[in-house]
């Protein structure tokens, strides 16, 4: 469980809210109304103040390297720092295991892929290949931002479905999305941002 | 073998090329009067002021002289590398970084080629020490500059890339390790460079000067070779410690990337 206390980031209004192990959270907003912003202070990306506990062990208690193990961040427009996928999954653990090949089928995405340069690769493919990146060493919450943005409707489908299985598994996952029809399909939990934030923002559980 | 000493006539002489300088900017419309005007009395009024210290400071051979204006060199190198960079970190604390890693790599390698290797007597001999940290010291400066410049502007463009390896749990030395390597290889080339092609196109300064000064040839170049030595060395220190301290300054202890830190590009 993912609990948010009261985090101030930058100008945004304060935010109380959880996440339960096995939930979705959709955050809703226009465009500049702070998903992202919100996604990476849980990453512990930016500054923020305020207690974010996971599991009941808060953020500062651990080394910031450990808590994003934990709690990971997949960014809307992934960037690479090898020339191609192959090194960037080289050094998790898993590496060897069938769980790359089991998460690239499910992603719909060749094996091969891996070996190509990164500079020649679609947009989409490098989204899916930052999301099945994300989950080679099996963090407890996922802050997916836009994860279907540079998708076709194909593998728009097959990364929610992912993101079913995950929240199945037992993952919380938090999705930062404008697309009103993925929220309705994936999430349990809506936090509605306003667009000049102001009040203090806390989630309202639909349906 | 002794050197003709120069007299102001002779300088008057040579400063009718100035006029030539001069012709063209006027001839070509380059506008260049004003500058060129500036700049030949700088140079001119900061030789002749160093001139007249260093004559002070040599007739004095007082190890407190002679550290003094060591220190006010090192100042001034830490001056330097802040005010060459595009886009330096705020605050002081970057400031006293540099000037201090500029203080203890001045100090030991000037102390290592002049107390221990030349070993002149006094060691302290001020006409040894502070030709010998200004080398030094200009040399390292131009190292830690480019240093810093390359990682400040490479860590901007590399934002989602060094982030992406925070966000899988990476120490920031870890996701920045692809900056300090291009960084510290840029650091390094001008030192090997240098060392590759001296003496081929042109003789170093000191070598030429100690041969107009009636130095034996080949002392001459013992003594280059020994100079060369010692900059290498120092450039590598001052590259490895700007390098690691860039990190340091871009990065914060919970493993985030501050380029908030620097400043905007000028």
Known sequence: ?207 | MSYVPLTMTDLMLAATLLIINAAISWFFRLQLEKSIAIAVVRMVVQLALIGVVLKFIFAQTSPSWTAMLGLVMIVAAGIEVMTRQTRPARGWQAFGLQTATLFFIGIAVTGLGVGIIIGPDPWYAPRYVLPILGMVLGNTLTGMCLVLDTMTETASRERGAIEARLALGAHRFEAMSNVLHVAMRTGMIPILNAMATTGIVALPGMMTGQILAGVDPVEAAKYQVLIMFLIAGATALGVVCAGVGAIVLLTDDRHRLRLDRIRKKR
């Not at chain 1, 109304?33 to 953020?59: H, V």
């Not at chain 1, 500079?119 to 099996?138: F, K, N, Y």
Request: proline residues 5%.
């Open chain 1, 1 to 207: 469980m993912l609990r948010v206390e009261h985090l101030r980031i930058g100008d945004l209004s304060p935010l109380t809210f959880k996440v339960a192990d096995g939930e979705c959270l959709a955050i809703e907003g226009p465009s500049g109304s702070g998903k992202t912003r919100i996604l990476r202070a849980i990453a512990d990306l930016d500054p923020s103040q305020g207690p974010i506990f996971l599991d009941g062990a808060e953020r500062n208690e651990m080394p910031a390297s450990e808590w994003r193990h934990r709690v990971r961040y997949c960014a809307a427009e992934p960037s690479w720092w090898t020339e191609t996928a192959q090194g960037a999954f080289a050094d998790t653990e898993n590496a060897e295991s069938g769980r790359l090949q089991r998460l690239l089928a499910a992603l719909g995405l060749a094996g091969s892929l891996l070996n190509r340069q990164l500079s020649i690769v679609s947009t989409g493919e490098r989204q899916r290949l930052a999301l099945a990146r994300a989950l080679m060493d099996d963090p407890k919450v996922l802050l997916l931002d836009e994860p279907t943005a540079a998708l076709d409707p194909q593998a728009t489908a097959l990364v929610e479905e992912l993101i079913k299985y995950q929240v199945l598994s037992g993952r919380g996952v938090i999705l930062a999305s404008h697309n009103r029809a993925q929220i309705e399909r994936l999430a349990h939990v809506r936090l509605l941002l306003p667009k000049r934030p102001r009040a203090g923002t806390t989630a309202e559980h639909a349906a």
